[in-house]
């Protein structure tokens, strides 16, 4: 199984800055099957990337994601306030399709 | 659009069983691969089953293994999840969700979720 670690648990930020997120995967994920949601309070979660640097459709290009192997990250170039909400990370493409444990932005 | 409504939720007590649905619509249901994925109060996220766009293949976590079954009705456009000897670990909310694109088995991410169903297993 692999297991997915995000970093950092918790960022404070305000609108306007750029923000680094950190997915690190306990073995190679193949294919780059990485992709990452946002979850907002009383939602369900939304795709944003998949395949670790496909934009899903009606995502913002502010939105990009990069990695492989074990190493992967989210970018936010200027964070909106729709941005705000809980991040995941997910490996998919065989199972299990384990989940990082999210690491959550909240509004400074 | 892409629709996912799940039903089926509520109170059960430890051990006992319950069966939930996922009703589909705004897709060719039986070429897309389907997941049941669970949150717990509070908690993050955890991957529940997947079963394949014709049925023919399905898989879990270990955590339900052996007590859940994943299955589908393509003519009905549904989706299940059904739970046996539940435990109070798994109360959560149950969310099915969709591949992103047909075909495969879980190999495009997860591109559209359901509201989900909250499950509380409780004496």
């Known amino acids: 199984e692999i297991v997915l670690t995000q970093s950092p648990g918790t960022l404070s930020l305000s609108p306007g800055e750029r923000v680094t997120l950190s997915c690190r995967a306990s073995q190679s994920v193949s294919s780059s099957f990485l992709a990452w949601y946002l979850q907002k309070p009383g939602q369900p979660p939304r795709l944003l990337i998949y395949?670790?640097?496909s934009r899903a459709t009606g995502i913002p290009d502010r939105v990009s994601g990069s990695g492989s192997g074990t190493d992967f990250t989210l970018t936010l170039s200027r964070l909106e306030p729709e941005d705000f909400g809980v991040y995941y990370c997910?490996?998919?493409?065989?199972?299990?399709?384990?989940f990082g444990p999210g690491t959550k932005v909240d509004m400074k | 659009q892409v629709q996912l409504v799940e039903s089926g939720g509520g109170v059960v007590q430890p051990g006992r069983s319950l069966r939930l649905s996922c009703a589909a619509s705004g897709f060719t249901f039986s070429t897309f691969a389907m997941h049941w994925v669970r949150q717990a109060p509070g908690k993050g996220l955890e991957w529940v089953a997947l079963?394949?766009?014709?049925?023919?293949?399905?898989y879990y976590a270990d955590s339900v293994k052996g007590r859940f079954t994943i299955s589908r009705d393509n003519s009905k456009n549904t989706l299940y999840l059904q739970m046996n000897s539940l435990r109070p670990e798994d109360t959560a909310v149950y969310y099915c969700?969709?591949?992103?694109?047909?075909?495969?088995?879980?190999?495009?991410?997860?591109?559209?979720w359901g509201q989900g169903t909250l499950v509380t297993v409780s004496s």
């Open positions: 079963i394949s766009y014709d049925g023919s293949k399905t």
């Open positions: 395949g670790a640097s």
């Open positions: 969700a969709r591949d992103l694109w047909p075909g495969g088995s879980g190999r495009s991410g997860f591109g559209s």
């Open positions: 997910q490996h998919y493409g065989s199972s299990p399709f384990t």
